[in-house]
Antibody, heavy 119, light 110 residues
Framework: EVQLVESGGGLVQPGGSLRLSCAASGFTFSSHWMHWVRQAPGKGPVWLSR????????SYADSVKGRFTISRDNAKNTLFLQMNSLRAEDTAVYYC????????????WGRGTPVTVSS | QSALTQPASVSGSPGQSITISCTGT?????????VSWYQQHPGKAPKLMIY???NRPSGVSNRFSGSKSGNTASLTISGLQAEDEAVYFCCSYAGGSTVIFGGGTNLTVL
């Protein structure tokens, strides 16, 4: 089955760190760009970051640049998001998304992992 | 990186057609053809419905169609069905290797 499964979310204090993981299966992970997208309750999705096939190219939204780092392990079919200096406004459900056309589209989404930043 | 503008809600009766607009600027949606639309049911992840402004992924009903003119993209759903009731988000490449979404449109099937 083609799927993405996120993990690593939870409750963290402001200023803290979390590392999200996204396990891919059912498709050739190393052939596709991958993205992280988040969605706060009742709000639209917000794109956060993209990584190319081998990790040599990464891009970020201004809101997370310098605080979040995207990476991938193609040998383990896993995508990561290291989140540092977390703020209350980072509270959201975090989705990983597979871009099967390598063209800024989100063909496959995981179920998401919730992140709450609160003291 | 401001969000794309969508109407908060639209509604239609079964069998009717509705159109959802998505307005950006000449710096984002107006400059690129990387426009996509997503359907999201409550508690579920978004689902890709349209890419490249008008193409449908395999498995998406041909009742869904997309277009773009200038700084505005549109999603049209014909022959409305109860299962179409959901929130719809537009999305566009915004240059500089970034992407922006719309705020979402809540579709109610009356």
């Amino acid at each position: 089955e083609v799927q993405l499964v996120e993990s690593g979310g939870g409750l963290v204090q402001p200023g803290g760190s979390l590392r999200l993981s996204c396990a891919a299966s059912g498709f050739t992970f190393s052939s596709h760009w991958m993205h992280w997208v988040r969605q706060a309750p009742g709000k639209g999705p917000v794109w956060l970051s993209r990584i190319n096939l081998d990790g040599s190219s990464r891009s970020y939204a201004d809101s997370v640049k310098g605080r979040f780092t995207i990476s991938r392990d193609n040998a383990k079919n896993t995508l990561f998001l290291q989140m540092n200096s977390l703020r209350a406004e980072d509270t959201a459900v975090y989705y990983c998304a597979g871009d099967f056309r390598n063209s800024w589209y989100f063909d496959l989404w995981g179920r998401g992992t919730p992140v709450t930043v609160s003291s | 990186q401001s969000a794309l503008t969508q109407p908060a809600s639209v509604s239609g009766s079964p069998g009717q057609s509705i159109t959802i607009s998505c307005t950006g600027t000449s710096s984002d949606l107006g400059s690129y053809d990387f426009v996509s639309w997503y359907q999201q049911h409550p508690g579920k992840a978004p689902k890709l419905m349209i890419y490249e402004g008008y193409n449908r992924p395999s498995g998406v009903s041909n009742r869904f169609s997309g277009s773009k003119s200038g700084n505005t993209a549109s999603l049209t759903i014909s022959g409305l069905q109860a299962e179409d009731e959901a929130v719809y988000f537009c999305c566009s490449y915004a240059g500089g290797s970034t992407v922006i979404f719309g705020g979402g449109t809540n579709l109610t099937v009356l």
